[in-house]
């Protein structure tokens, strides 16, 4: 029970690491609170939460939106009392294979909205709660795509090169406050979102998704194996780990 007692809020909680995070940190103890525009797929996971005896909400949160990032942290407050741990998963890829002259403007702020401004926001009102915690954490998850590697996408590369910034930043400004600030920086994780971009970059190549899909899912790393990695960095056991974590 790495996690027990702990409340823990996790944005993009619905599916892929967020709902993987979810569903094992509320293993592991932690009352959690599930973020997401996935009301189906929150659903699913509060499902499993519940059924193996864990505790969870759902909050519907659209992340670029102040008020709901501000609401959703103010839920988690009124049910469980505090928050500890932050988990920003929320995240979209968009204009994979597309030349800076092809990537419109509107995807390109879709996704920096999401994956960077998205982050501020959940940061911005869960930390006068966090303030008030012992031990708090903030995990943030970057890319080795736009921190390590290329990615098929430039906006989905700068949001989490800026993402990576943004982290190392905020754990320069929190340190004084005890709050422990950690990026996660997964390479090629068997997500919904992964998934589809194989298939996006196949088509992009003249290749059968269909087959691009099933070859990367043999190599694909499991989104609970990630999961269990964060579930590590919310607790206290890993008070003397910091900075950027990179995983295959």
Known sequence: ML????????????RGIGGAAAITFARE?????????????????????????????????????????AALMQ????RFGGIDVLV??????????????????????????????????????????????????VILMASEAGVEVPSSSLAYGASKGGVHGFAMTLAAQL????????DVVPSAVATPMKIENVADRARAAGQSPEEAVAQA??????????????A???STDADCVR??????
Request: proline content about 2%; overall charge neutral; charged content about 25%.
């Open 3 to 14: 996690l027990e007692n702990r409340v823990a809020v996790i944005t993009g909680g619905a």
């Open 29 to 69: 103890g932690a009352k959690v609170v599930i973020a997401d525009m996935l009301a189906n797929e929150a659903e699913e996971t509060l499902t499993t939460i519940r059924r193996n005896g864990g505790e969870a909400i759902f909050v519907r949160t659209d992340v670029t939106r102040d008020a709901d990032c």
């Open 75 to 78: 839920a988690a407050v009124d």
């Open 88 to 137: 920003c998963s929320a995240g979209i890829l968009r204009g994979a294979c597309l030349m800076a002259d092809e990537l419109d403007e509107a995807t390109f702020d879709a996704v920096v909205a999401v994956n960077l401004k998205g982050d501020y926001l959940a940061v911005h009102n869960a930390l006068p709660h966090l303030r008030r915690a012992r031990n708090a954490v």
């Open 175 to 182: 340190k004084p406050l005890g709050i422990r600030v950690h």
């Open 217 to 230: 899912k043999a190599t694909l790393v499991d989104p609970f194996a990630i999961a269990r990695i964060l």
């Open 232 to 234: 590590f960095l919310a």
């Open 243 to 248: 900075g950027t974590v990179f995983t295959r």
